[in-house]
């Protein structure tokens, strides 16, 4: 039993920008940990489930306007509200592969014009990823890969914002994957490192907090 082990889980977050591969990569990297038998659940922020995560989705579908630090609080309560039960989980010997996180929280709102350090303060105290796994896809690339939905944040303009204030979050628990590398390549690099940070993390790398 991991709990009387006292191994824990990975906290491993996927980023980058919109038609990054962040989400079928994220799939694909829990189906794979689930077969080698690793207790791992796949969650994405935001969270639409919860009534925050609700008023998040009208905002993204423009059913509804908000002010700009505004909304950036509801994200980072939406991270918040989960936190009790990812550290449980965590604790618990489970793995939680995460399709965006607080530096979506951060690089978004910055890229409106607020400032990084008053975006940063609420994300202060969440858990902080064992592993980022960044998927570097060009803003230009990423806009060719077609399929931009009609939410509020896709559109290539915006997304060149974003994606320089990604790289200035950049910090010792990222590794940047080439998200233009062949599928299988890209799933091979997210799995060795995986497997790599999950070893980490059940030899005792203790769980720490953002901001790092
Ligand atoms: P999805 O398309 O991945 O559901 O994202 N976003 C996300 C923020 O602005 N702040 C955040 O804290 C998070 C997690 C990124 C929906 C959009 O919401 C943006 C894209």
Redesign the pocket.
Do not use: C, M, Q, W
């Given at each position: 039993n991991s709990q009387l082990l006292g191994s824990r889980g990975s906290l491993i977050v996927l980023e980058g920008l919109?038609r990054s591969g962040?989400?079928s990569q994220s799939a694909k990297l829990v189906s794979y940990l689930k077969s080698e038998g690793i207790s791992v659940e796949s969650w994405?922020?935001?969270d639409?489930s919860t009534s925050v995560g609700q008023m998040?989705?009208a905002y993204?579908a423009n059913e509804t306007q908000l002010d700009d630090r505004t909304?950036?609080l509801l994200?980072?309560a939406?991270?918040w509200e989960k936190r009790s039960l990812m550290e449980s989980k965590l604790r618990n010997g489970t793995s939680l592969v995460i399709?965006?996180?607080?530096?979506?929280?951060?690089?978004?709102?910055a890229a409106k014009g607020l400032d990084t350090e008053w975006c940063k303060a609420p994300e202060v105290g969440l858990i902080a990823p064992d592993l980022v796994i960044f998927l570097d896809v060009s803003p230009e690339r990423a806009a060719e890969r077609g399929g931009y939905?009609t939410?509020?944040?896709?559109h290539l303009e915006f997304q060149r914002k974003?994606a320089q204030h990604y790289a200035n979050l950049q910090d010792a628990s990222w590794k940047v994957i080439d998200g233009c590398l062949p599928v299988e390549d890209v799933e091979n690099q997210i799995r060795e490192l995986a497997l790599n940070c999950l070893a980490k993390c059940r030899a005792g790398k203790p769980l720490t907090n953002l901001w790092l």
């Open positions: 919109d962040k989400t994405r922020f935001p639409r998040i989705s993204l909304i950036h994200f980072s939406n991270r399709d965006r996180y607080s530096y979506s929280g951060v690089a978004f709102s939905g939410e509020r944040y896709e974003v």
